[in-house]
């Protein structure tokens, strides 16, 4: 067991998917000399060069794309997008190709690959570098797409993701890559993909989250516990698509009331597909409508007011205090 | 049949007029006034110093991660001057010198920077788009304006700057080719600093030159010293008056160096040696125009002192008047974040706009001039 942060235990899980399986590349802007702008493949180019550690043309495009190509003859990419906000340049490929190849091809061709896209907002960026649009991925019929929220399962979840027989959209909070640490075991773990945790447990509310949002559910938890007494469950998807209903739904079942938290855009956002899912399975148990606190649909502010536009724990708060009311 | 060679209509060509030592090129210097050549003096170093003392602001937190830009002085300044004031100008994000010359106040820069939107809005009569920063994408734009000038049958000219590592960007090529088909006015110039944050360009392309892009896009292409302000000039002012007469876009590949960190949050010890940096600091292109000044009695030292002092307090009372503006209640106010989406806000858009507002008068946060006009929850009814 060692302690280490967020940006540490990916940098782990890529080094050590380099060290186990040949077939792993690591490729990107920025990702070999500089050792990534966030500093996230620190290391890697210094241990297994410049053949698996490919610092490319400045061309999302072309990422993604040779990418697909490197997966289909073999080889298992783990593409790096510098930003979220710059895989739009890429999403042609994404939909058009790495998320159809094993469909249109009746399962013959297909494209086992990670891209990591850092995504979010609360670090004081520039345009275009806080934007949260998992929406966009989640709606395109092919594609997994996993959010780790800490150290450990961020490891663990990306050793899933390349294991993934399919193409994989990491989204990692960047918000968080060094906010705090945790021990992460020795040996390799994996995390199912498709599996939501139970990260507090509680019977009276339930607060569903993932990402970076997950340290202020859990903040607004426990502010609830403390003013006014009542225990809320927390639920962390960690998995996208798919997603985990069951965990949801189960915990819904229990407590009856339920906030959803995301800083994606409310309309159509992940949790509009959240709230779906539980009116689909457990809506005469609940108690008030389910609450969604979220980003608000504009782009994220310029950073002098993204905090206003970033759900915080007093935003899940009052969304849990009038849920709890209604 | 044997093969043949096939012609390529284009040769590339360097061009220097004013090198390192400030030897000057007679036959190729450009005819500018001493006017002329004081302003663009001017803004190079108004950007000069205007870089450096954001420096100092982003050390102090009072804005955030910015592009610094010293090194592109003359690439901005030297291609921009070639402009008439109704002609239009799309940056990418090292511009400055050539934004300010163009009209936009030192404080909206710094807003930009500052984080605030505000940043981005052109002034009043500036024919500019904002600063671009995904890369390469604003070269379309420039293309469909200079498209739209000529459907418009306007004797317009458009100029547009990228980065080296930004030609592997397909929108380059699209844009390039949408511009040369339709025969745009685009002069496309390429801020060739040689690394796109820490990938060299010899990672972007074989190819020796990025001018050389243009003779497989069927348009001239030119590389110039981007340090010598009067070869950018010179290259520039041939190319606007090309595409003034209808004779299409051309590609220029100025050559420079940044003197600077990519970023406020960039290491570059990473990825070039001190050495080269040292070099470069040698070829500054402020150090020699200064010279060729100075040489030409345009401008001595004592002229050049005051100058500079005078470029101080402007920028002295611009930092003001940003720090006016970034602590106004009225750019501080969240809710604005609602208010210039659409022509017409949504209904939808609104109750979110009062969602937020309900939560700030909860919190105490409102601002005064919004407070009194809350209205009560609408969602949410028992049946
Ligand atoms: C589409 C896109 N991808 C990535 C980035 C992140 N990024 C910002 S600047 C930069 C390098 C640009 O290099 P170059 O085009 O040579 O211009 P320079 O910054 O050197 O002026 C990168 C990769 C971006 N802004 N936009």
Known sequence: MAEMNMAKAINKALYEALERDERVVVLGEDVGADEGVFRITEGLLAKFGDKRVIDTPLAESGIIGTSIGMAIYGLRPVAEIQFAGFDYYAFHQIESHASRFRNRTRGRVTVPMVMRFPYGGGIRALEHHSESRETYYAHTPGLKIVVPSGPRNARALLHSAIQDPDPVVYYEPKAIYRAFKEEVPDTIETLPIGRAQVVREGREITLISYGASLRQVLEA????????????????????????????????????????????????????EVVARINEHVFLYLEAPVARVTGYDVPIPYFSKEKAYLPDADRILDACRQTLSF | MPKKPIKLPENIEYLSILDENAKVDKELEPKLSADDLKTMYRYMVLARRGDERMLNLQRQGRIGTFPQSSGHEAVSMGSVYALEKSDWHVPAYREFAGMLYRGWPLETMFLYWGGFEEGAVPPEGVNDLPICVPVGSQLLHAAGIGMAMRFKEEKKVVLTYFGDGSSSEGDFHEALNFASVFNA??????????????????????????????????????????????????????????????????????????????????????????????????????????????????????????????????????????????????LLNPLRMFDYLYADTPPDLDEQREELKRFLAKKGKLPASEAGKEQAHTGRERG
């Open chain 2, 185 to 330: 006015p685009v002069v496309f110039v390429c801020q060739n600093n040689q690394y796109a944050i820490s990938v060299p360009l010899a990672r972007q392309m074989k190819c020796e030159t990025i001018a050389q892009r243009a003779v497989s896009y069927g348009m001239p292409g030119v590389k110039v010293d981007g340090n010598d302000v009067l070869a950018m000039y010179a290259a520039t002012a041939a190319a606007v008056e090309r595409a003034r007469a209808g004779g299409g876009p051309t590609l220029i590949e100025g050559l420079t160096y940044r003197m600077t960190p990519h970023t406020t949050s960039d290491d570059p010890k990473r990825y070039r040696s001190e050495e080269e940096m040292k070099q470069w600091a040698n070829k500054d292109s402020l150090i020699r125009f200064a010279r060729y000044l100075e040489d030409k009695g345009v401008l001595d030292g004592d002229a050049r002192k005051k100058l500079h002092e005078e470029i101080d307090e402007e920028i002295k009372a611009a930092v003001k008047r940003f720090e006016e503006q970034a602590q106004s209640e009225e």
């Open chain 1, 221 to 272: 938890a426990e502010m609830l516990e403390e003013e006014d007494g009542v225990k809320a469950e927390v639920v962390d998807l960690l998995s996208i698509v798919p997603m985990d209903t069951k965990t949801i739904v189960d915990s819904v079942r229990k407590t009856g009331r339920a906030v959803v938290v995301h800083e994606a855009p409310r309309n159509c956002g992940i949790a509009a």
